[in-house]
């Protein structure tokens, strides 16, 4: 079945997708983001593993092992600061 839909960018660069699209994709957390000739395409997408999210950036896999621990004790660290 082909339905179409027009969404609004906002000023942001975020788009909503309507319910039925969605509902026809199965509910996925996250999206697959394709842009092929000009034609911006969403695949239901999946989380990764660490090892493949590095080897995609390009860097060794200790290295945004690394990454992550720094920035989940920067959030740690701002929780536990006074307002």
Same mark, same amino acid.
């Given at each position: 079945?082909r #339905?179409?839909?027009? /969404?609004?960018?906002? %000023?942001?660069?975020?788009l909503?997708?309507?319910?039925? /699209?969605? !509902?026809q994709?199965?509910y996925?957390?996250?999206?697959? =983001? ?10 239901p997408? #999946? =989380?990764? %593993? $660490? ?7 390009? =860097?060794?896999? !200790? ?6 621990k $720094?920035?989940?004790e ?5 929780e536990? /600061?006074p307002s």
């Amino acid at each position: 079945m082909r #339905r179409t839909h027009l /969404a609004k960018l906002t %000023s942001k660069n975020q788009l909503t997708l309507p319910d039925w /699209a969605v !509902e026809q994709t199965d509910y996925p957390t996250h999206y697959e =983001i394709v842009v092929c000739d000009g034609v911006l395409m969403l695949f239901p997408g #999946r =989380i990764v %593993s $660490l090892e493949l999210q590095a080897q995609t950036a390009g =860097i060794e896999p !200790e290295v945004l092992r690394m990454a992550r621990k $720094l920035v989940a004790e920067g959030k740690k660290a701002r929780e536990k /600061a006074p307002s």
